[in-house]
């Protein structure tokens, strides 16, 4: 975890409230995570939040007695965590995993660290100490990345040479986790999608096939599949097929839509510049164009199925609104429409062939106009 996606953090849990800091025990399957964690120094009933990346959301919180706390809940895959403490808002990254998970240390040792992956401080069973082995084989070459890209912004080196330091580093994230002692684990999936654009889909094939079914079978290990195995749709080619749930649990599917005009739309709650598009834009060209054979569908790549509810109540969209409640980052649609960034637009024809897809730069009202003469 990267120092900036640690500060992003930091501020991003400085806005929750903690409404609810009555522990629960959440376990009803038999794979469960619990985190014991002793941490001196730290005021007494200080408010700690559990974070799940995967999510993007607290799923858990507590208070702080005698210095200790616990965490306890229902484990399918392994998640990358973070515990977030208000007493100068510490935080310690770590993975939750089957079983117990231990943290003991201090609250000056945490602002000593802070950002610093050198210090690792929850012990687990089996992907912990695999990321703490992780990071410490990377550390040298991430450094020298930092040091490159200073060098890269003051002119000394050039872009290229700073590139070259970022494709060592797909190398070496490839070279450690196709390693038959590291494969077969959340963790090196997790990094696996994480690294993908600069790893050779030969080379994710080769890795993809250690895995256990387990994990092929897993969100991520289906992502995984389905990006070594499509370069993204283009334009000329027939749309990939979508099945997915509308905001009332009516299943939609883009077959359906044959005869007409589709305008798909990528977008997700917490994309801003989604969000107004989807207030001006939209609307305009489904009022323009409703009598045309032209409906537009929106995807969600929402993985709160809560969020994306609330905020398509409150855009009132007047078109069909689905989502399979996936991240983007891992979602098998997404990857094979080759969606990277959101929002992302295509146009497809009655035939379900994609005849556009739009870039950032393009005025979506004018092109709509110029394809739909």
Not at 79 to 101: N, R, T, V, Y
Not at 362 to 373: G, V
Request: aromatic residues 14%; hydrophobic residues 35%.
């Amino acid at each position: 975890m990267t120092s900036k996606s640690i500060n992003f953090l930091i501020y991003y849990l400085m806005f929750l409230v903690f409404i609810n800091c009555t522990k629960t025990d959440k376990t009803t399957k038999t794979e469960f995570y619990q985190i014991n964690a002793t941490i001196k120094g730290v005021k007494e009933n200080s408010k700690v939040a559990l974070f799940n990346y995967d999510e993007k959301k607290v799923i858990d919180t507590t208070i702080i007695k005698h210095g200790k706390f616990y965490f306890k809940g229902n484990l399918e895959f392994p998640f990358q965590a973070a515990i977030s403490i208000d007493d100068e808002w510490l935080m310690i990254p770590f993975w939750a995993e089957k079983g117990e998970i231990s943290i003991n240390t201090d609250k000056q040792t945490i602002i000593k660290f802070r950002g610093d992956d050198s210090k690792y401080f929850a012990t687990g069973k089996e992907i912990n100490p695999l990321y703490q082995r992780y990071n410490e084989f990377m550390k040298p070459s991430q450094n020298i990345k930092g040091e490159k890209y200073q060098l890269m912004k003051k002119g000394i080196i050039s872009e290229k040479e700073f590139q070259q330091q970022i494709d060592t580093i797909f190398k070496l994230v490839f070279q450690f986790f196709n390693d038959e002692s590291n494969a077969d684990n959340y963790l090196s999936l997790s990094e696996m999608i994480n690294y993908r654009e600069g790893i050779p889909k030969k080379d994710l094939k080769i890795y993809y096939n250690k895995l256990s079914q387990k994990l092929k079978d897993s969100p991520k290990g289906k992502a995984l599949y389905a990006y070594f195995t499509y370069n993204g749709v283009k334009v000329g080619e027939i749309a990939p097929e979508i099945i997915a749930k509308n905001v009332n649990g009516k299943e939609i599917s883009l077959k359906d839509y044959r005869g007409n005009y589709v305008l798909l739309d990528f977008w997700a709650s917490w994309c801003m510049p989604c969000i107004e598009e989807i207030k001006t834009t939209l609307p305009i060209l489904h009022k323009k164009y409703q009598s045309d054979n032209f409906k537009i569908i929106s995807f969600s790549s929402d993985n709160d199925t809560e969020s994306w509810i609330k905020k398509s109540a409150e855009l009132n969209m007047a078109w069909d609104n689905i989502s399979n409640n996936i991240s983007a980052n891992i979602n098998p649609i997404a990857i094979k429409y080759g969606v990277k960034v959101l929002p992302t637009r295509f146009l497809i024809d009655p035939n379900g062939v994609v005849i556009k897809r739009f870039t950032d730069e393009e005025d979506l009202l004018i092109e709509i106009d110029k394809l739909m003469k």
